[in-house]
């Protein structure tokens, strides 16, 4: 299943870097989501975008900044890190007004 | 708040051996219940969507039911390839935005030979 693409697959970073994790979907939708998957914890919703605005914020850090310049097109930009923070981002898309995601595959986050 | 409780935590089970997970769900205004599977290493994979109680789903060996406090996964006769975590995500919040999904915390399968 490719209708939803990330890149990099995996990032290994330090503390003070800036690093972008890019997603891209194929399959027509309108809403995109950062998700983020701990071990042993479940999904947890960070940032919702529909039609390109951001409609959720989930009381996420600054040092993670979202970017959605058109539909198909989801960015999140990181910057000065904690290791806390090292989990697999996984990015999705819906159609409006229908509930069903559509995940890709993730970045494999760490930071040391 | 919504909650989403999956149990067994992890199941062991031999080919052929059929069982039920479960997912409990208190939420406010339902939007849907949906269950993923999950391989190590990639993205869920979407299964199925139900929307109200008494609804039924089925592909191959998994048949997914709801009721109004939980729903069940049923794997009948299953292969080695259905091991995987299967996560029960429930959907809330307003009519026209995009959706939200809270996730319960999956239950990890393996199905041995």
């Known amino acids: 299943e490719t209708g939803v693409t990330q890149t990099p697959r995996h990032l290994v970073m330090g503390m003070t870097n800036k690093k972008s994790l890019k997603c891209e979907q194929h399959?027509?939708?309108?809403?995109m989501y950062w998700y983020k998957q701990s071990a042993k914890k479940p999904l947890e919703l960070m940032f919702v975008y529909n039609f390109k605005e951001q409609t959720e914020n989930n009381s996420v850090p600054s040092r993670f900044s979202p970017e959605c310049p058109n539909s198909s097109h989801l960015f999140l930009h990181l910057h000065t890190l904690q290791p806390e923070d090292s989990a697999l981002y996984l990015c999705?898309?819906?159609?409006?007004?229908?509930?069903?995601?559509?995940f890709g595959p993730g970045t494999r986050l760490t930071v040391l | 708040e919504d909650q989403v409780t999956q149990s067994p935590e992890a199941l062991r089970l031999q080919e052929g051996e059929s069982s039920s997970l479960n997912c409990s769900y208190t939420?406010?205004?339902?939007?849907?219940l949906f269950w993923y599977r999950q391989d190590p290493g990639k993205g869920p994979e979407f299964l199925f969507t139900l929307y109200s109680a008494g609804e039924e789903k089925e592909k191959e060996r998994l048949k997914a039911t709801l009721t109004k406090k939980e729903s069940f996964l049923h794997i009948t006769a299953p292969k080695p390839e259905d091991s995987a975590t299967y996560l029960c995500?429930?959907?809330?919040?307003?009519?026209?935005?995009?959706?939200?999904?809270?996730f319960g915390t999956g239950t990890r399968l393996q199905v041995t030979l």
């Open positions: 939420v406010s205004g339902l939007r849907g």
């Open positions: 999705a898309s819906s159609r409006k007004r229908e509930g069903a995601c559509y």
């Open positions: 995500a429930v959907g809330g919040g307003n009519t026209g935005t995009a959706s939200k999904l809270t």
């Open positions: 399959l027509g939708h309108n809403a």
